[in-house]
């Protein structure tokens, strides 16, 4: 398992470099999905663990 850490510190270069994907206020720990406007609160103490992928067809990464 990554640490929380890590994972948040992963999350928040992932969102800079993709800002018309996701916007995150790590402050308050709340992502904004851009093309939806939904937001998500994160607690993370409760995130057991991240993985980093690549879209077998854009080849862009994403986070899960």
Same mark, same amino acid.
Request: no cysteine; net charge negative.
């Given at each position: 398992?990554n640490s929380v850490a890590e994972a948040r510190?992963? +999350?928040?270069?992932?969102?800079?470099?993709?800002?018309?994907?996701?916007?995150?206020?790590?402050?308050? &720990? +709340?992502?904004l999905d851009v093309a939806s406007g939904k937001?998500?609160?994160? &607690?993370? #103490?409760? +995130?057991? *663990?991240? @993985?980093?992928? #690549?879209?077998?067809?854009? *080849? @862009?990464?994403?986070? +899960?």
């Amino acid at each position: 398992m990554n640490s929380v850490a890590e994972a948040r510190s992963r +999350v928040r270069q992932w969102s800079e470099l993709h800002p018309t994907a996701v916007l995150y206020d790590d402050d308050a &720990a +709340v992502f904004l999905d851009v093309a939806s406007g939904k937001s998500l609160r994160v &607690a993370w #103490i409760d +995130v057991a *663990g991240f @993985e980093e992928k #690549i879209h077998p067809e854009s *080849g @862009e990464s994403y986070l +899960v």
